[in-house]
C-alpha cells in the first residue's frame, strides 16, 4: 500500500461475512474515515476514480443476506464519532447514524424515554436499519414515524465536490430516504422525535393458524406488536405478541430470562443445532420435533419496556439465510395454500415461516410500499444456515426459494421483496412495483454496485 493511500485510511480488507453466513466477500479497499473531513476526502477521491474503481459501498451491520453490500471497495463508518444530542426536555434526539438500535435504545430508556416501535436486531445501526427499510411486526406503529430528518453525504456530480444534505419529512426526497438501498450517500446524522418510555406484555404461545390469520384487523385490535411462526406441515402456529400496558403493569426493567428462550425460534434453533447435515429442508426427523413442540410448548409471559421486548432476537443465533416478501391482506390465505402445495412438492424450509403485518410506509423503493393498502402481509421464509454444511446445501436455499418465487408468479399473486435478504428481482420487476423513476435522479452511481446494478 503506497503512503498516499495509507494517509486515507485505506488497507485491504479482511473476507466479510453476513449474519447468516449466506454471502462471503474479501473487498480489496477498506475505507475508515474518523472524521467528516476523512469522509469527504475519501468520497471525492472514489469519485475522481482514485479510490476503488470509482465505486464504493456502505455496509450498515452485515444484517443483509444478500449481495447488497459486495463490493471491491468497502467504506467503514464505525470509526466515526458516536454522539447522541438531546433536545430540551428530552423531546427529540439527534443521533450519530453509525448508533446501533442497542446503543440507541439504551440511551432512551436512561432518559425514560423511547420511539414508538422498532425492528431489525439490537446489533443493526441507525443508518443500516433506514437504508434497508427494516419494519416492525405492525400494522399499526411504523418504526420511522417519529424520524424528522437525515443527514447524508454524498458527491456532487457536476462539481465533484463532497456536500452535506439534509432530507426533511415533507420534503419531496423523503420518501426516497428510508429504504434507499445506501444509493443515496452515506448517512451520518438522524433526528427522532421520543415519546415517554413504553412497556409490554408479551406472551407466546402456540395456537391454530386461523386464530390470528382469520381475521388480522381482529388481531392487531388485541395485540399492538404480533407475528407467528407457522409450523411445517401443520396448521398450528407459534405466536409472539406485544401489548403496551401501563407502567405500574409491567417489570420497570423486564427482560426474558437469560436461562429461557428469548424468541418462540430459539426453540427451534436449540433443537436443530444439536441435529448434525440436517440441510436446508425439512426431513422426517425434524418433522417429529416439530410435532412435539406443537403439543409441548407451554404459554410464557414476560413485561418491561419496549427495548427490551421488542428487539426479541437480541440473543439469537441469527445465522438465517431469509426471504422477506410482501403480499397484500386480502390474499393472505391464497399465499398459505400456494406456499403448501409448492412445499409440499419441493420441501418444507427447515425452520418455521415467520407470518406479520407491516404499516405500508410510502417509500419508493420499499418492500412494504403498496398504493391504497393500510398495511401488507410479510412472510419471512427462512433456512438455518448452521446445519447447512455440505457442498451445494447453502445453493439449493436459492433454488428452493427460486421456484417459489417463481410459483407465485405463475399464479399470479402481486408480491414485493426485501432488497437485503433473498429475492430475484429484475428491472421489469423493479418498474412494475416501486417507484423508480422518481428514486432514479436521487442516486449517486459512486453507491452502485453489481447486485443493485443488474436489477436497476
Known sequence: ???????????????????????????????????????????????????????????????????????????DTSALPKTMDFEEGDAAVVASANVTLHEFLAELGRRGKSVTATGGTDHQTLAGLISTGTAPASSRYALYELLEWVELVTVDAATGRAVERRISRGDADFPAAVCSLGLLGVLTRVRFRLVDELYFSVVQKILHLDDVLADPDATSAKYDFWRVNWVPKSEKALLWAATAVPREQSKPDGDYPTDQSENVLDVVFEVLDKLADTGPLLTGVL?????????????????????????????????????????????????????????????????????????????LMSA????????????????????????GEKEAIYAHLRGLWEHLEAAGVPFKAHWGKINFIDPEFVRRNHGFEAFRPLASPIFLNDYLAERL
Open 1 to 75: 500500500m503506497s503512503d498516499t493511500l495509507a494517509d486515507t485510511g485505506a488497507r485491504a480488507g479482511p473476507v466479510m461475512e453476513d449474519w447468516g453466513q449466506l454471502i462471503s466477500f474479501r473487498p480489496d479497499l477498506v475505507l475508515r474515515p474518523t472524521s467528516m473531513d476523512e469522509l469527504k476526502a475519501m468520497l471525492e477521491r472514489i469519485h475522481r476514480g482514485e479510490l476503488g474503481k470509482g465505486r464504493v459501498r456502505v455496509p450498515g451491520s452485515l444484517h443483509s443476506c444478500s449481495e447488497i453490500v459486495v463490493s471491491d471497495a468497502i467504506l
Open 368 to 391: 412494504w410500499d403498496w398504493e391504497g393498502l393500510p398495511y401488507i402481509v410479510k412472510f419471512n421464509f427462512m433456512y438455518l444456515t448452521e446445519v447447512c454444511t455440505e457442498p
Open 287 to 363: 418433522g417429529l420435533v416439530y410435532d412435539v413442540l406443537a403439543l409441548s410448548y407451554r404459554e410464557r409471559d414476560f413485561t418491561g419496556p419496549l427495548r427490551n421486548m421488542l428487539p426479541v432476537d437480541r440473543r439469537a443465533p441469527l445465522h438465517v439465510a431469509m426471504a422477506e416478501w410482501s403480499f397484500r391482506p386480502q390474499d393472505v390465505h391464497r399465499v398459505l395454500g400456494e406456499c403448501q402445495e409448492y412445499f409440499d412438492g419441493h420441501g418444507w424450509p427447515n425452520i418455521p415461516t415467520e407470518i406479520e403485518l407491516t404499516r405500508v410506509d410510502g417509500s
